[in-house]
C-alpha cells in the first residue's frame, strides 16, 4: 500500500488575495449535548478547524457547505488563534469536527499531533469527522489520526489514475450513480483494510479507488473525501478551470447527511 506521508495537498485558493466569508467564532469551549439531537431545542454545534494546518480559504469553503446542509448547524472555527479553541471540553459540546484542506501532509500533522488523542477520543465517543482533502489523509494512520479501518494514500500515484499532476485541476468520480467532475488538487484515495462492515462508499475514481466514504469508528463515525466537494466557483476561476456540470454543492451535502444520519 501507498505511504503518503510525503503527499502535498493544498487547497486551491491563493491566501494573499482572500480568505473566504469570515464568520464570528463562538463562545470558547461551549458545553453542551455531545451528540446531534441529544437536545432538540438547540442548534447542533459543528466546529471547523482553522489554523496552521489549513489553508486560508479551505475552512471557509467547508463551513459555508456545513452551513447550507440540512442540519442547521450552528457553525464554529475551532484553532490556536480563534475564539473557541480545539480542546477536549469543546469538541464535547460538538455534533460535528470538520477537517479542512491544507499543505503538506507531514506539516499538516505535525500541527495537528496534539489534538490527536483528543479528535480520536471525541469520535470513538459517538462524535463525527468530516475530512476534505488533507483532512481525509489525516484520518488515516501514515501519518494520521487513525480513525479509518484502512488508510489513505495519493491518488495520482496508483495504477491507472485518471490525474497525474498535483496541479490544480478537475477529476472525475462516481457519485453514487453519476459520473461527475470535482476539483482536486493531489487528494487522497481511502482503502477499508478488509473491514467494509459499516463502510459506506459514496463516490469512486475511474480507476475504482475510494474517492469518499463514510466509515464506522468507536460509536462515532468518519466521513472523508479525497477531491473538493465544498469548492466554490472562485476557486475554479482562480485557476481557470470549467467544470461542464457547473458547480454543484450537492455531493458534498450527500456526504454530510450520509454522516450524520449513519
Known amino acids: 500500500m501507498l505511504v503518503t506521508a510525503f503527499a502535498p495537498v493544498a487547497c486551491a485558493v491563493d491566501p494573499a488575495r482572500r480568505r473566504g466569508p469570515s464568520t464570528p467564532a463562538g463562545r470558547a469551549d461551549r458545553r ?41 448547524f450552528d457553525v464554529r472555527y475551532a484553532g490556536p488563534n480563534e475564539q473557541t479553541k480545539l480542546t477536549a471540553a469543546a469538541l464535547s459540546g460538538a455534533g460535528l469536527y470538520a477537517q479542512p484542506g491544507g499543505g503538506e501532509l507531514d506539516d499538516g500533522y505535525r500541527h495537528m499531533r496534539p489534538y490527536a488523542s483528543d479528535i480520536r477520543a471525541y469520535v470513538a465517543a459517538g462524535g463525527r469527522y468530516l475530512g476534505f482533502c488533507l483532512g481525509g489523509y489525516l484520518a488515516g494512520a501514515t501519518p494520521g489520526f487513525g480513525l479509518l479501518p484502512g488508510d489513505a494514500g495519493q491518488f495520482i500515484a496508483t495504477p491507472g489514475a485518471s490525474v497525474r499532476t498535483d496541479r490544480d485541476t478537475l477529476v472525475e468520480v462516481r457519485w453514487r450513480d453519476r459520473r461527475i467532475r470535482l476539483y482536486f488538487q493531489d487528494g487522497p484515495y481511502f482503502w477499508t483494510g478488509g473491514k467494509a462492515s459499516g463502510v459506506t462508499v459514496l463516490a469512486t475514481y475511474t480507476n475504482g479507488r475510494i474517492a469518499a466514504m463514510v466509515a464506522p469508528y468507536g460509536r462515532g463515525r468518519v466521513g472523508v473525501v479525497g477531491p473538493h466537494p465544498e469548492a466554490t466557483a472562485d476557486w475554479y476561476e482562480e485557476h481557470r478551470l470549467v467544470n461542464p456540470g457547473g458547480v454543484d454543492p450537492a455531493p458534498g451535502r450527500d456526504l454530510i447527511d450520509t454522516l450524520m444520519r449513519a
Open 32 to 72: 453542551a449535548a455531545p451528540a446531534y439531537g441529544a437536545n432538540p431545542a438547540e442548534r447542533p454545534v459543528a466546529l471547523v478547524y482553522r489554523g496552521p494546518a489549513a489553508i486560508p480559504g479551505c475552512p471557509e469553503a467547508v463551513a459555508a457547505l456545513i452551513r447550507d446542509s440540512a442540519w442547521n
